[in-house]
């Protein structure tokens, strides 16, 4: 009972940040299921990659369905970032004491403080203004920073695609979050695979209970979130975010007192 409760309110997390703004459930599910129910870290990402796989497939099919979701350049930006994600680990593996766990965690924080503080009010008029070449170099020089630094400290993906999508190629905040968890399906998928073949099966019933919790709640958010305004859709996602950034620090800092005793 115990480990389908925290499954269920890490599911709750991830699928709240995966439906409204396109984040990594690895960043909520991962340290839930580490300091509450002691599993392995290793073993903990492979579930909360999996996990995010059908959460972001379910949330893109739905962002597409509204028509906010940008396939041709989001496909563009997928195999640059697969390409340099690889390449930024290869980096990183050179490099000792490149461990940035935290930067997720605070700029998950951040960024919902932004959402709130300047909201996102692009729309998809003035995206349209941008020629389709400059989208394309666009989306690739954006895919290799995103690659890279997600190689390189292993964490940050999802809030790196929406703050690039958002801040950098002038994407109005739907097709946004529809376009990262377009791609984040894919890497997910990528990164799950490798984890249980690397690292064999994990826990089936944590796995089971992550994976349906965080597909209902992105399924649920991602329906609300293409319903709502521009202004409303901000807050929300602001909202979300600054709280599970909070919720997240929390978290770590209870591992971290935990392992310090």
């Known amino acids: 009972m115990f480990k389908f409760l925290i499954c269920f309110i890490a599911g709750i997390g991830a699928g709240l940040g995966t439906g ?29 990659l999996a996990s995010d796989v059908l959460a972001s497939a379910v949330s893109a099919y739905t962002y597409g369905k509204n ?3 940008d396939i041709r350049n989001g496909i563009v930006m997928m195999v640059t970032v697969l390409v340099f994600t690889l390449f930024g680990s290869w980096i990183a593996s050179m490099v000792p004491n490149t461990t940035m766990g935290s930067f997720s ?3 998950t924080l951040l960024l919902g403080i932004k959402f709130i503080v300047k ?19 666009q989306s690739v020089i954006s895919g290799t920073i995103v690659g890279f ?44 695979v490798s984890h249980f073949v690397i690292g064999g099966m994990p826990d089936i019933w944590c796995l ?12 649920i958010a991602a329906k609300f979130a293409n319903k709502a ?7 929300a996602t602001g909202v979300v ?21």
Request: proline residues 2%; positive net charge; hydrophobic residues 55%.
């Open 20 to 48: 409204f703004a396109g984040m990594s459930a690895a960043a909520v599910i991962s340290p839930m299921l580490i300091t509450f129910l002691g599993l392995p870290a290793y073993e903990a990402v492979g579930i909360a």
């Open 67 to 69: 028509k906010n979701l």
């Open 105 to 107: 965690v605070f700029m």
């Open 119 to 137: 909201p996102v009010m692009a729309t998809k008029e003035s995206m349209a203004a941008v020629s389709a070449g400059k989208r394309i170099i």
């Open 149 to 192: 630094i997600c190689g390189f400290i292993g964490a940050g993906g999802g809030m790196m695609m929406l703050l690039i999508l958002t801040s950098v190629l002038g994407y109005e905040l739907k097709t946004a979050v529809g376009t990262s968890v377009f791609i984040m399906s894919f890497t997910a998928l990528t990164g799950s």
């Open 208 to 219: 089971i209970f992550c994976v349906a919790s965080t597909l209902l709640w992105a399924r």
């Open 229 to 235: 305004s521009a202004i409303t859709l901000n807050r």
């Open 241 to 261: 975010l600054a709280v599970l950034g909070a919720a997240i620090l929390v978290v770590n800092l209870t591992t971290k007192y935990t392992y310090n005793r």
